[in-house]
Structures are given as C-alpha cells and as structure tokens.
C-alpha cells in the first residue's frame, strides 16, 4: 500500500478563496482523523470519521471548516472562506481500531493564505 | 483520556542511547501508553505502544514503571536521523474513538 496519500502538498491562495485539501486512507482502514498543525498550537485533532461517518468535530476552528468522506477510499477538508490565520500544515491520518490504535499519517498539506 | 508531562527538548550524543521520559500520573487502568515521533516536515510516525510490561521493537524500547505513572522510551543507539519530536500519548485501549490526542512532545537533538 502506498499510505495515506494527501493532495495538494503545498497549497497558496488568497484570503477569502475556498481550499480543498484531499485524502486518500489507507485501504481497510476504518477510522481517519483530519489534524491541524501550527507552531503556536501543536498538532490538534480536528474531526474524525469512523466508517465514513463524522464521529466527532469538535475541534473544527469554525463554520467555514467543513469536512466529508462521501466513501471509504476518499475524504475532503474545506475551508470557506480562507483566512491567513488558516495557514498550516494539514495532515490527514487512518487506522484500524483493534485493541489500540497506530494510525498512519500522509506527508501533509501546506497551506498558506496571503 | 489521561494528560502527559515531557521535557521540551533533550540532546542525545550520536551512538548512545537516548532516554525520553513521559509522566502521566493520572493513567488509568485500561490506557495505554503510546510514543509516536515527527521528523522535520513529515507526518507522525508510529513507534511503539504498551500497557504495563516493557516493550521492545525494531525502533525503540519501551519501559513502563510498575505504578505506571511513568514512562521512558529508549532509542538505544541515536543516529543523527533520529532527531525529531516525540511524542508521549495516553489513550484508553479499549475506547472504540480510536483519536490520538498530542501534547507538545519532546525535542530530541542527535548530535555528532
């Protein structure tokens, strides 16, 4: 398996702009987190989906953070409208839950909104 | 899920081991102790797990005091690919949420 596959790697746009950030789990993988990461805030989960299913968003910043996973081999994290303090690496994840959890994270996306 | 406390940052001597402590005084019964680390622009990476008997892998060891509200985790000869931040997480092994919470980790510096 390739492993978590996220597009783009880098992203620029300009405020006020709507991002698409992709993911593709890995195959199998029941469970896939979107997280978000800056300097100031560290690593912080955002949602995550079990079975396609939002499980839990509460750390999705605001509304114009949305997130889906029309199926199991695909997922997509929308910012609507972009603001420079959106700038960050986002990084998508999955797994399999068994009696613990090692989730495999994709290289990350770096958004920049100017 | 219980809260852990880590040095900010360590420097370790290529070719010695590196020891990265991890308290987390609160765990409870049925969590588990996991290491991850992050390598500078890359995604966290798995490294090992343990519940309260020492661990060992490919990668690392792990060492998990009897009370086990502490932890260490033993790189045992540090390369110079080895620095990274790692990262301490408790999660409960039996919790069907399967979400990895990260605290701020440790700086891990391998020099020459």
Known sequence: DAGVIQSPRHEVTEMGQEVTLRCK????????????????????????????????????????FSAKMPNASFSTLKIQPSEPRDSAVYFCASSLVTEYTEAFFGQGTRLTVV | DAKTTQPTSMDCAEGRAANLPCNHSTISGNEYVYWYRQIHSQGPQYIIHGLKNNETNEMASLIITEDRKSSTLILPHATLRDTAVYYCIVREGSSNTGKLIFGQGTTLQVKP
């Open chain 1, 25 to 64: 789990p890995i195959s199998g993988h029941d469970y896939l987190f979107w997280y978000r990461q800056t300097m100031m805030r560290g690593l912080e989960l955002l949602i995550y989906f079990n079975n396609n299913v939002p499980i839990d968003d509460s750390g999705m910043p605001e509304d114009r």
